[in-house]
């Protein structure tokens, strides 16, 4: 099923994306993105997720924070990571030196009064 979609003009710079995604129980999807750019811009970007959408590589929106993300990641049983081109699990001692940063770094920053303790 090749998907389609449509460009529309939310803004001088804005263009607005709309395109069906295949669903499991048969009822029609519609995905909105927006970009920022040129036309060629938009179109090549609804290229690009039309092709994901098809084979359904397409991953779904969240409303998954960064902070749940992270935690969710760093407490996984098995953490697997990219070491260079190749995914692999990625050792104790790295998961726990990630949490650190993670800590001090990322999820720190994203709560309000939170403060660095180095």
Partial sequence: MTGRGNITRRGKNSWQLKFDVPS?????RTRYV???GRRQDAQRELTRL???ADPGTLPEPSKLTVEEYMRAWLDAP???G??????????????E???QLAGR???C??????????
């Avoid at 920053?109 to 180095?118: K, T």
Wanted: proline share 2%.
């Fill in 24 to 28: 499991d129980n048969g009822k029609r």
């Fill in 34 to 36: 927006t970009v920022r």
């Fill in 50 to 52: 039309l092709a994901q």
């Fill in 78 to 80: 098995t953490v697997i």
């Fill in 82 to 95: 990219k070491v260079g081109k190749e995914r692999r699990e990625l050792s104790a001692k790295t998961v």
């Fill in 97 to 99: 030196r990630y949490r």
């Fill in 105 to 107: 770094s990322i999820l």
């Fill in 109 to 118: 920053s994203a709560r309000p009064g939170c403060r660095d303790s180095n």
